[in-house]
């Protein structure tokens, strides 16, 4: 695991992440980290690609 961060390390973090944020707010911002690194692959693979309006 990278930094030295077990799975069961991952698990107890995530909890404590899901009791302070809810689970309504937690997939919100799973979702846009996933746009965001997506949004940068994107980019780094084609960066003269016209840009998609949202």
Do not use: C, N, T, Y
């Not at 030295?4 to 979702?31: D, H, P, Q, T, Y």
């Not at 996933?34 to 084609?46: L, N, T, Y």
């Amino acid at each position: 695991m990278p930094f030295g961060i077990g799975l069961m390390e991952l698990v107890v973090i995530f909890f404590i992440l899901l009791l302070i944020f809810g689970s309504k707010r937690l997939s919100g911002i799973g979702r846009g980290m996933g746009q965001a690194i997506r949004g940068f692959k994107s980019e780094v693979k084609d960066p003269d690609a016209p840009k998609e309006e949202a």
